[in-house]
């Protein structure tokens, strides 16, 4: 269906015999608000347009969810002034696969959110559910959601899956999550929780782009994709979808800032990612994406963002984190990563998870000031040898300003690895070495480690104690 233009209705135009819209919280409003976004449906399927109810200032309380409509938007007249207040365990915009019958065929489309709030204070539950979200729409077509906050959420705030032609544009995500209960590492493993929580897998192209929000002090992610299970993308085999962009926000006081968990060529660009409790931006499955069979991030890119002081809630993370990659393919490039407390790249979760595919790319960083490594890939059991890596043509310097750890050094592998080429890096001034590929047990084959400048480094410029094998180049710039 083509649209025509967008119109604003307004919702104070829907009230029957001695209704009165409650805008003090007093009474519940979804049954009058719902009557016009109905209308407003009605109107697009008759002839084509959308429309926007228009809501006036005030807090409206939700005893039930506004269950989405195509071409029916919401607007109010500024975010902090018109304040939705869904309660118990009501998200306060819901369409999903369960209650609404969406489908691939018959999704959201066409649709306006802007110039409101929505406070999830009055939020709760016996135990934490990830369905109790700000907004969750699954299946959606041609959306914009501009200038909307969401705050105080028992799960995630913009929860939306599956879409298509959709931005979110100046949007607050803030303290979202605050159902979660388990604390530290445990919320690697929680679902939901988090700012935007972008759900992939439905279609091949879904195409989405976040430009210009704040994501600040929700549970677990500010930003993420995660791939679905064929429950809800309506697909016998989840897809690795194309189409994600994430340009210009600010991420700060997450669990973890920006996660790629399911997603293909999605691009995190010009990003501020600062103090995040345990890692600005991570490439790794969860567990959701895990049972969806479909792997991590594969073929994005992630340059030009501010990655500072991020991991001190947490002694397995710092600056960015790759763990569970088994398609490799992914570019780091262009990167401030600064003044995080622990690696500036860590790849490695645990012995048992880490799964780093071929072709992982570091380049033209800016790596300096972290407490441990600048560089480091950890050695994983399951799957040991790291092929085609290449850390080209960084900056990393004065790394490892924690004096009681044992890895400080610019670059530190202690995993296998076949075909790795470390080139035309400036490492300096590092409390340990410049390079160091450490284990005995390790094996690394037909290597080049070129142009280096491995000047005043506290540990030395260069060691290597792994198995070689094959053909290896070596020659660097040494200390002087």
């Known amino acids: 269906m083509s649209v025509t233009g967008t119109h604003r209705i307004d919702v104070r135009d829907y009230l029957q015999g001695n209704e009165v819209l409650h805008d003090d919280d007093s009474a519940s409003v979804a049954h009058i608000i719902q009557r016009a976004l109905d209308a407003a449906n009605a109107l697009y399927l008759a002839e084509g347009i959308s429309c926007a109810v228009f809501l006036p200032a005030g807090r409206y309380r939700l005893d039930d969810s506004l269950v989405a409509r195509s071409g029916a938007g919401l607007q109010g007249e500024a975010r902090g002034a018109t304040v939705l207040r869904p ?3 009501r998200s306060a915009i819901l369409a999903t696969v369960s209650i609404h019958n969406t489908s691939l065929l018959n999704p959201i489309a066409d ?18 559910q990830t369905s109790i979200k700000g907004i969750f729409i699954q299946h959606l077509v041609r959306a914009t959601f501009s200038d909307v906050a969401i705050e105080n959420t028992w799960a995630t705030g913009f929860g939306v899956d599956f879409v298509q032609d959709t931005s979110f544009v100046s949007c607050v995500a803030k303290n979202c999550g605050r159902g979660i209960t388990v604390t530290g590492t445990n919320r690697d493993t929680a679902l939901g929780g988090s700012g935007f929580g972008i759900g992939t897998g439905a279609s091949d192209i879904e195409s989405v782009s976040i430009t210009g929000c704040s994501a600040i002090g929700n549970g677990v992610h500010g930003i993420f994709t995660e791939t679905q299970t064929s429950a809800t993308t309506t697909t016998d085999t989840p897809l690795l979808s194309r189409g994600l962009r994430v340009i210009g926000n600010h991420v700060s006081g997450n669990w973890i800032g920006l996660k790629d968990a399911g997603s293909r060529d999605a691009i995190f660009e010009g990003n501020t990612v600062i103090q995040n409790e345990k890692a600005g931006f991570e490439l790794s499955r969860t567990s959701l994406s895990s049972s969806a069979g479909v792997p991590a991030g594969h073929g994005g890119i992630f340059r030009g963002n501010q990655v500072a ?3 001190t809630g947490s002694g397995a993370g710092g600056g960015i984190v790759i763990g569970h990659a088994s398609s490799g393919r992914y570019s780091i490039a262009g990167n401030r990563i600064q003044g995080n407390t622990g690696f500036g790249i860590r790849g490695f979760l645990t012995a048992s998870t880490t799964n780093i595919g071929p072709h992982i790319e570091i ?22 040898v790291i092929a085609h890596l290449l850390i080209r043509s960084n900056h990393i310097c004065d790394n490892g300003t924690d004096a009681t750890s044992a890895q400080r050094d610019g670059i530190r592998i202690d995993s296998s690895m076949a075909e790795p080429r470390i080139l035309s890096n400036v490492i300096r001034a590092n409390a340990g070495s410049g390079i160091l590929l450490s284990g005995s047990s390790r094996s690394t084959a037909d290597a080049v480690v070129w ?11 260069y060691s290597v104690t792994h198995t070689k094998t094959g053909t290896w180049i070596e020659q660097n710039i040494g200390d002087f």
């Not at 380049?363 to 040991?384: L, M, Q, W």
């Open 451 to 461: 142009a280096n400048d491995l000047a005043s480094n506290g540990g030395g410029g």
């Open 363 to 384: 380049s033209d960083n800016t790596i300096v000031e972290n407490s441990r490594a600048g560089v480091f890939f950890g050695h994983a059991t399951s799957h040991p």
């Open 111 to 128: 649709v306006v959110y802007r110039n409101f709030s929505i406070d999830g204070s009055d939020q709760a539950f016996g135990s934490y």
């Open 87 to 89: 309660r118990g365990n």
């Open 309 to 311: 002081e991020n991991g």
